[in-house]
């Protein structure tokens, strides 16, 4: 009898070890839970990053506006002159305060898309570019073109800092022309470099950032530039992706531990792919390739064993979150597994992803999200790291 009972208890053991396994697939990755950063049905909130603090903070910076089909209008749209950045909070990356804080509210319009970093010393870096709304026409008779939707036209990039860890910010300081940019801004002047992706810190001090031009009408291409003074200045240093046909925008980079600059990239006009660049010279020449998989915008973390975590929205159905974990130098793109983390989007209208480590086996992905085309709201998913096979 207690022969069976121990040969059952055996078979319950080997039971309970296979469905775990099996729910943590091949890819190393399970997801513990899903939860909401920051809802308001007032208002249209997407586009998030994330940083761990120096005190082991949270932040979660993301773009606010009105929304607008409460005010009349039959959908919103990415542009809005009142749409502003703002944060929340949280210690442990699963209650979050209540209340957003405004980040920085532009003075000539709405702002987009903040991109967080944090350097080694404490300094706190947001990346993001504006919007403002003109008369119709300012559009038809400038002498250069502008980049507008409708009535809003493109203000370009800027850079915000902290040196107090978020408390207060100093800018905006303006990145430089990225010398292709066919654009303008309101005032007639070169639109300043921008970009939707993760900047870097590499091991030389650099701040890398991959920022995207017009170089034709209709199409965009990626361009590196770098920072030497915690993103005061920037310099512009090389093509990163350009295509006669393919755009490339929306490209977050990382240092890998060799040293190779890598670049993960959206596209447009190539079937959705999701796109790789590479630099083994330090950023002076890139080559890039597709990664074989669709998904946008990519962001990639290191992981504790210096694996890199990317994440990516999946804008088709069944709409939703996925990921994929690649080796230490991103050269397995193409064999790693991808994970899904949700399927149940209402719609194409979500992503964004960007992640964070908790703690040495938890990882926060936040991103935005609608369930049935309903409020637009910040999301996150806590996800299980399991450990590298063979080691």
């Given at each position: 009898?207690?022969?069976?009972?121990?040969?059952?208890s055996?078979?319950?053991?080997?039971?309970?070890?296979?469905?775990?396994?099996?729910?943590?697939?091949?890819?190393g990755?399970?997801?513990?839970?899903?939860?909401?950063?920051?809802?308001?049905?007032?208002?249209?909130?997407?586009?998030?990053?994330?940083?761990?603090?120096?005190?082991?903070?949270?932040l979660?910076?993301?773009?606010q506006?009105?929304?607008r089909?409460?005010?009349?209008?039959s959908?919103?749209?990415?542009?809005?002159h009142?749409?502003?950045?703002v944060?929340?909070?949280s210690?442990?990356g699963?209650?979050?305060t209540?209340?957003?804080q405004?980040?920085?509210?532009?003075?000539?319009?709405?702002s987009?898309?903040?991109?967080?970093?944090?350097?080694k010393?404490?300094?706190?870096?947001?990346?993001?570019?504006?919007?403002?709304?003109?008369?119709?026409?300012?559009?038809?008779?400038?002498?250069?073109?502008?980049?507008?939707?409708?009535?809003?036209?493109?203000?370009?990039?800027?850079?915000?800092?902290?040196t107090?860890?978020?408390?207060?910010?100093?800018?905006?300081?303006?990145?430089?022309?990225i010398?292709d940019?066919?654009?303008?801004?309101?005032?007639?002047?070169?639109?300043?470099?921008?970009?939707?992706g993760?900047?870097?810190?590499?091991?030389?001090?650099?701040?890398?950032?991959?920022?995207?031009?017009?170089?034709?009408?209709?199409?965009?291409?990626?361009?590196?530039?770098?920072?030497?003074?915690?993103?005061?200045?920037?310099?512009?240093?090389?093509?990163?992706?350009?295509?006669?046909?393919?755009s490339?925008?929306?490209?977050?980079?990382?240092e890998?531990?060799?040293?190779?600059?890598?670049?993960?990239?959206?596209?447009?006009?190539?079937?959705?792919?999701?796109c790789?660049?590479?630099?083994t010279?330090?950023?002076?020449?890139?080559?890039?390739?597709?990664?074989?998989?669709?998904?946008?915008?990519?962001?990639?973390?290191?992981l504790?064993?210096?694996?890199v975590?990317?994440?990516?929205?999946?804008?088709?159905?069944?709409?939703?979150?996925r990921?994929?974990?690649l080796n230490?130098?991103?050269?397995?793109?193409d064999?790693?597994?991808e994970?899904?983390?949700r399927?149940?989007?209402?719609?194409?209208?979500?992503?964004?992803?960007?992640?964070?480590?908790?703690?040495?086996?938890r990882?926060?992905?936040?991103?935005?999200?609608?369930?049935?085309?309903?409020?637009?709201?910040?999301a996150?998913?806590v996800?299980?790291?399991?450990?590298?096979?063979?080691?």
């Amino acid at each position: 009898m207690r022969q069976n009972c121990r040969r059952l208890s055996a078979t319950l053991f080997c039971c309970l070890l296979l469905t775990a396994v099996s729910a943590q697939g091949n890819s190393g990755l399970r997801k513990v839970k899903d939860v909401i950063v920051y809802r308001d049905t007032l208002f249209y909130n997407a586009f998030p990053s994330v940083i761990k603090k120096k005190g082991g903070e949270l932040l979660v910076a993301f773009r606010q506006a009105p929304d607008r089909r409460l005010l009349g209008a039959s959908h919103n749209m990415h542009v809005d002159h009142n749409s502003y950045l703002v944060t929340v909070n949280s210690n442990d990356g699963e209650t979050w305060t209540k209340n957003s804080q405004i980040l920085y509210a532009h003075a000539f319009g709405g702002s987009q898309d903040p991109c967080l970093l944090q350097l080694k010393d404490g300094t706190l870096l947001c990346a993001s570019y504006g919007w403002t709304t003109v008369d119709k026409s300012l559009i038809d008779k400038s002498p250069k073109p502008l980049f507008h939707t409708n009535e809003f036209v493109f203000l370009g990039g800027y850079m915000l800092r902290s040196t107090d860890q978020g408390k207060s910010w100093n800018g905006p300081y303006y990145p430089p022309h990225i010398p292709d940019e066919r654009h303008v801004g309101p005032y007639g002047e070169g639109i300043s470099a921008y970009n939707r992706g993760a900047m870097f810190e590499a091991k030389d001090g650099r701040i890398l950032w991959v920022a995207v031009a017009h170089d034709s009408i209709g199409k965009t291409s990626n361009y590196l530039l770098t920072s030497r003074d915690k993103g005061l200045t920037w310099e512009y240093i090389s093509i990163v992706a350009k295509d006669e046909r393919i755009s490339f925008n929306e490209t977050s980079v990382y240092e890998t531990p060799k040293g190779d600059i890598v670049a993960f990239m959206r596209t447009a006009n190539f079937g959705d792919q999701a796109c790789i660049a590479r630099s083994t010279d330090g950023g002076k020449t890139f080559s890039w390739q597709s990664m074989g998989f669709k998904g946008h915008p990519c962001h990639a973390l290191r992981l504790p064993d210096d694996r890199v975590l990317l994440v990516y929205g999946y804008r088709h159905k069944p709409y939703g979150i996925r990921a994929r974990i690649l080796n230490a130098e991103c050269t397995d793109f193409d064999t790693a597994e991808e994970f899904v983390i949700r399927n149940d989007g209402g719609n194409g209208d979500i992503g964004y992803p960007w992640s964070v480590q908790l703690d040495e086996q938890r990882v926060l992905v936040v991103y935005y999200y609608n369930k049935d085309n309903g409020t637009r709201f910040i999301a996150g998913s806590v996800l299980e790291i399991g450990s590298q096979k063979g080691k």
